[in-house]
């Protein structure tokens, strides 16, 4: 069957993700299987590579690219491969769209810019050890402290992809 959703732009992006992925990571999969994880450096490659900039907008040091096809194409040729790029899926494809939409501008030029290149590593935390799939539940609270400088956060959180790395957290409390 032909396929009409991607276009010459996402056939190129495929070309250089699949050269990416047999030159860099099919040799070294095995010792991150082995380990567990993939090793932080490998989140900086990625970003001198641009794959964490693409759907970030341009003022802040992306490609502004509103569709998620890049992305999508990525997942194939790592499914192609037998590989996987880590928890840098979850800081892009969950983390993002929350810093585009609840960020405000003074937060999205701080961070953007290190998230686009890779030098802060983003998750987000919202299973707790008694909470899955009903996230009513949660029980981890935030309070704005007494100066009002910033918010006390208290609780457990579990299963959080890329927690390891992670610079900054999404905590949802
Ligand atoms: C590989 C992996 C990565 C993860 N990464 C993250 C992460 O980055 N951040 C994070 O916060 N969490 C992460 N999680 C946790 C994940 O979000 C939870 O495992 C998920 O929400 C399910 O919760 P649970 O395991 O407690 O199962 P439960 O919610 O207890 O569900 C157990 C079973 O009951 C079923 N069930 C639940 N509710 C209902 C219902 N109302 N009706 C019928 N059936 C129901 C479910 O389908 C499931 O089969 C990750 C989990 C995995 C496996």
Redesign the pocket.
Known sequence: MRRTVYNEDHEAFRETIRAFIEAEVVPVHDEWYAAGQAPRDFYHQLGELGVFGIEVPEEYGGAGEESFKFQAVITEECARAGVSFGGSG?HVA?CLPYLKAYATDEQKKRWLPDFVSGRAMY?????EPG????LAGMKTTARLSEDGTHYVLNGS?T?????VHADRVIVCA
Do not use: Q
């Open positions: 979850v969950l998750a987000i935390a919202m299973t909470t899955g799939s009903d959180k299963f959080i992809t890329g927690g």
